[in-house]
């Protein structure tokens, strides 16, 4: 494995580790000198009626107590086609999970476990992809070719995920670089997790079988907030599609992070794109610690192959219930282990994340693949006073030296074995370095060790799925109704002068073609219209929540009802929040709610005048300024959907100035 450049990290590593951790204090030029690169991978669930490979209905999710059957499974590896395991297959394998799944027989059937070959490809999914694909400017395959992906932790019955690249080699336009796209894929989303604990993990399957797109992106950003732009964008053209499905778990997106003389290391399920530059910049930092920690043991320890753990059983009960006095979680059935790390002595300690240091690395890949459970070990380089005595008893009985390290972990007694040889071996990978891993995201902005990086050897040919020939001829007329790209659209909304605050939510919610068609088909201002579907229509959702009976087609309903009666258009703003929670009402009736009541110019002349006479025996200040305002707001509920506020404005002046 290469090394990081002296040159390259002198900008780095002149730095104590906590600024490193710190987001905020990091720039560019710290990206640079570590040689930072970040690549993604989209998934966003198509919009079907039915699953990929079977005829059940997409989208109906189950409660996680409300099942029709379980059924239990034990997951094994099997052979590539070149003879050999995947790595992270023969990981799983090693947890001896027991894998329940919850079904309901409205959302799944004997294709999804596995007890049924599929079905044929639902094609509505599969124009869609190829719509998409487009869309990111990939060349289209000429056949489809389903593979199987092995996945052996349980989220998929069958043990691999069918998938298939429906285009290669495309690109986004970011405001200032492209983007290249390596593929999109279309494949089967797996089960929905919803406990895992020991040797058990459980899911519904629900979710099992939708299909979704995978886009994935070159490792062309260069910073964390270029990660999250490129997740942007890719989000803003799915959505433009009217093809994909919205809300929560319809889109989750991996972020693939490396540095020089690191490696690739996968983050996956990021649930939320803001999400994207403080987790992958503290990846970059965790990279930059652990070939510290690289080269440092290289100067301890010479020759690694002749490394190795010595460890012991811990009997002595004064000992243990020190244990046990500080976690009482620990099972009475565990064993204690006591065990020496020759020549780490202060390396577990090392941060490494921010609340995380390198012992828990270790920590984690016990719980993981150990399967222990909860808070699992100490070690020796924390001053805690507690546990001081404790290894020095420890150091005896394992004849410790001043340069070692020592660990003390509890396990049940099946699992010893596992947990030595885990800690042993990620002990191993920092003679190495970055460990090729997928780590799993958390709501703080770090990781957690999920599973060893899954290689090609988990890939093979589907050989219950023929290939499909795809219909370039076809293809090609997608293009004609293609949604221009995000960057086009943000130019037309600069052109339009609609407030930059409002972009990113038009953009999420694909509302710029709805902006659109009201300018040209109603020539209403599209100013109007931005605040209209962005700031009015989004404050109605969140006060009532979702409401399944209103379209967006109401709306433009509206707009030609309004324009039909000759009403300002500034009566669409009340209107709105009424028809959204009132979708079958008539207009003529949201506008008795309203109280609305059609009068003539002349009629509110007349009350101007009236109301400065008003003015002068209930107020006594004789600024103009203030008689203005006080006429205004008398005025407001009677001049909305009759007259413009500007209207009304210039007659309140002409009023107050005669009176």
Same mark, same amino acid.
């Given at each position: 494995?290469?090394?990081?450049? !002296?040159?390259?990290?002198?900008?780095?590593?002149?730095?104590?580790? *906590?600024?490193?951790?710190?987001?905020?204090?990091?720039?560019?030029?710290?990206?640079?000198? /570590?040689?930072?690169?970040?690549?993604?991978?989209?998934?966003?669930?198509?919009?079907?009626?039915?699953?990929?490979?079977?005829?059940?209905?997409?989208?109906?999710?189950?409660?996680?107590?409300?099942?029709?059957?379980?059924?239990?499974?034990?997951?094994?590896?099997?052979?590539?086609?070149?003879?050999?395991?995947?790595?992270?297959?023969?990981?799983?394998?090693?947890?001896?999970?027991?894998?329940?799944?919850?079904?309901?027989?409205?959302?799944?059937?004997?294709?999804?476990m596995d007890d049924t070959p599929p079905f044929t490809l639902n094609r509505e999914a599969l124009q869609?992809?190829?719509?998409?694909?487009?869309?990111?400017?990939?060349?289209?395959?000429?056949?489809?070719?389903?593979?199987?992906?092995? #996945?052996?932790?349980?989220?998929?019955?069958?043990?691999?995920?069918?998938?298939?690249?429906?285009?290669?080699?495309?690109?986004?336009?970011?405001?200032h670089k492209n983007i290249r796209i390596i593929q999109i894929s279309l494949e089967e989303d797996s089960?929905?997790?919803?406990?895992?604990?020991?040797?058990?993990?459980?899911?519904?399957?629900?979710?099992?079988?939708?299909?979704?797109?995978?886009?994935?992106?070159?490792?062309?950003?260069?910073?964390?907030?270029?990660?999250?732009?490129?997740?942007?964008?890719?989000?803003?053209?799915?959505?433009?599609?009217?093809?994909?499905?919205?809300? /929560?778990?319809?889109?989750?997106?991996?972020?693939?992070?490396?540095?020089? +003389?690191?490696?690739?290391?996968?983050?996956?399920?990021?649930?939320?794109?803001?999400? /994207?530059?403080?987790?992958? @910049?503290?990846?970059?930092?965790?990279?930059?610690?652990?070939?510290?920690?690289?080269?440092?043991?290289?100067?301890?320890?010479?020759?690694? !192959?002749?490394?190795?753990?010595?460890?012991?059983?811990?009997?002595?009960?004064?000992?243990?219930?020190?244990?046990?006095? !500080?976690? +009482? @979680?620990?099972?009475?059935?565990?064993?204690?282990?006591?065990?020496?790390?020759?020549?780490?002595?202060?390396?577990?300690?090392?941060?490494?994340?921010?609340?995380?240091?390198?012992?828990?690395?270790?920590?984690?890949?016990?719980?993981?693949?150990?399967?222990?459970?909860? @808070?699992?070990?100490?070690?020796?380089d924390v001053n805690d006073p507690i546990f001081s005595t404790l290894f020095s008893h420890v150091a005896?009985?394992?004849?410790?030296?001043?340069?070692?390290?020592?660990?003390?972990?509890?396990?049940?007694?099946?699992?010893? *074995?596992?947990?030595?040889?885990?800690?042993?071996?990620?002990?191993?990978?920092?003679?190495? +370095?970055?460990?090729?891993?997928?780590? !799993?995201?958390?709501?703080?902005?770090?990781?957690?060790?999920?599973?060893?990086?899954?290689? =090609?050897?988990?890939?093979?040919?589907?050989?219950?799925?023929?290939?499909? =020939?795809?219909?370039? *001829?076809?293809?090609?007329?997608?293009?004609?109704?293609?949604?221009?790209?995000?960057?086009?659209?943000?130019?037309?909304?600069?052109?339009?002068?609609?407030?930059?605050?409002?972009?990113?939510?038009?953009?999420?919610?694909?509302?710029?073609? @709805?902006?659109?068609?009201?300018?040209?088909?109603?020539?209403?201002?599209?100013?109007?219209?931005?605040?209209?579907? +962005?700031?009015?229509?989004?404050?109605?959702?969140?006060?009532?929540?979702?409401?399944?009976?209103?379209?967006?087609?109401?709306?433009?309903?509206?707009?030609?009802?309004?324009?039909?009666?000759?009403?300002?258009?500034?009566?669409?703003?009340?209107?709105? #929040?009424?028809?959204?929670?009132?979708?079958?009402?008539?207009?003529?009736?949201?506008?008795?709610?309203?109280?609305?009541?059609?009068?003539?110019?002349?009629?509110?002349?007349?009350?101007?005048?009236?109301?400065?006479?008003?003015?002068?025996?209930?107020?006594?200040?004789?600024?103009?300024?203030?008689?203005?305002?006080?006429?205004?707001?008398?005025?407001?509920?009677?001049?909305?959907?009759?007259?413009?506020?500007?209207?009304?404005?210039?007659?309140? *002046?002409?009023?107050?100035?005669?009176?």
């Open positions: 494995m290469s090394k990081i450049d !002296k040159s390259e990290m002198q900008g780095v590593g002149s730095r104590s580790v *906590e600024p490193l951790l710190s987001f905020k204090q990091a720039d560019p030029s710290f990206y640079k000198a /570590i040689g930072f690169t970040c690549g993604l991978e989209v998934h966003q669930q198509l919009d079907t009626k039915e699953k990929l490979f079977c005829h059940c209905p997409a989208r109906r999710y189950q409660k996680p107590d409300e099942f029709d059957g379980e059924i239990l499974r034990h997951m094994r590896p099997t052979l590539s086609e070149l003879g050999e395991y995947d790595g992270t297959a023969l990981m799983e394998f090693k947890t001896r999970k027991e894998i329940v799944y919850r079904l309901q027989n409205s959302s799944a059937c004997t294709y999804e869609k992809a190829i719509s998409l694909a487009k869309q990111f400017k990939t060349s289209l395959v000429d056949e489809l070719h389903i593979t199987r992906k092995q #996945y052996l932790d349980g989220s998929i019955p069958a043990g691999f995920q069918r998938t298939g690249i429906v285009g290669v080699e495309g690109e986004i336009t970011l405001p089960c929905r997790q919803i406990a895992d604990r020991g040797h058990t993990r459980i899911f519904t399957t629900d979710r099992l079988g939708i299909p979704l797109i995978e886009v994935v992106t070159y490792p062309d950003m260069k910073t964390p907030q270029e990660a999250e732009l490129a997740g942007q964008y890719i989000r803003y053209i799915c959505r433009s599609s009217n093809k994909v499905r919205s809300g /929560i778990g319809a889109a989750r997106q991996d972020v693939n992070v490396s540095i020089v +003389g690191g490696t690739r290391v996968e983050i996956k399920g990021v649930a939320h794109l803001r999400w /994207i530059p403080e987790l992958a @910049h503290n990846e970059a930092v965790r990279q930059v610690v652990l070939l510290r920690l690289r080269d440092e043991l290289g100067k301890r320890i010479h020759n690694p !192959k002749r490394w190795g753990i010595r460890h012991q059983a811990v009997t002595d009960h004064l000992m243990i219930q020190a244990i046990r006095d !500080k976690y +009482g @979680h620990i099972v009475k059935q565990a064993a204690f282990i006591g065990l020496v790390l020759p020549r780490f002595k202060g390396l577990l300690a090392e941060a490494t994340q921010p609340g995380k240091s390198f012992a828990n690395e270790i920590e984690e890949r016990l719980q993981v693949i150990a399967c222990l459970e909860g @808070h699992c070990m100490i070690h020796s005896k009985m394992l004849k410790a030296k001043k340069q070692d390290a020592m660990i003390l972990f509890w396990a049940p007694k099946d699992d010893v *074995e596992t947990a030595l040889e885990t800690i042993e071996e990620r002990c191993r990978l920092a003679f190495e +370095g970055v460990p090729k891993e997928t780590r !799993k995201s958390l709501p703080g902005k770090i990781t957690v060790f999920e599973r060893v990086l899954p290689g =090609p050897d988990r890939m093979y040919p589907d050989t219950d799925s023929a290939p499909i =020939p795809i219909d370039h *001829e076809n293809a090609d007329d997608f293009e004609d109704s293609l949604p221009s790209e995000p960057y086009k659209q943000i130019s037309q909304l600069k052109v339009w002068q609609i407030p930059k605050d409002l972009h990113h939510h038009i953009l999420r919610h694909n509302l710029f073609t @709805h902006i659109n068609r009201l300018y040209t088909d109603y020539n209403f201002p599209p100013t109007m219209g931005a605040k209209l579907l +962005g700031q009015t229509l989004k404050h109605a959702i969140r006060c009532f929540g979702p409401s399944p009976d209103f379209s967006l087609e109401r709306i433009y309903e509206l707009v030609q009802f309004v324009i039909d009666q000759k009403l300002d258009l500034a009566i669409l703003k009340p209107m709105l #929040y009424l028809v959204y929670k009132n979708p079958q009402d008539e207009f003529s009736d949201i506008l008795k709610k309203l109280h609305f009541k059609k009068v003539s110019l002349n009629k509110i002349r007349s009350k101007i005048s009236q109301l400065c006479d008003d003015f002068k025996k209930v107020r006594r200040s004789k600024e103009i300024e203030a008689k203005k305002r006080w006429i205004m707001g008398q005025l407001r509920p009677l001049a909305i959907g009759n007259i413009s506020l500007a209207q009304l404005s210039t007659l309140v *002046e002409r009023g107050g100035a005669d009176a």
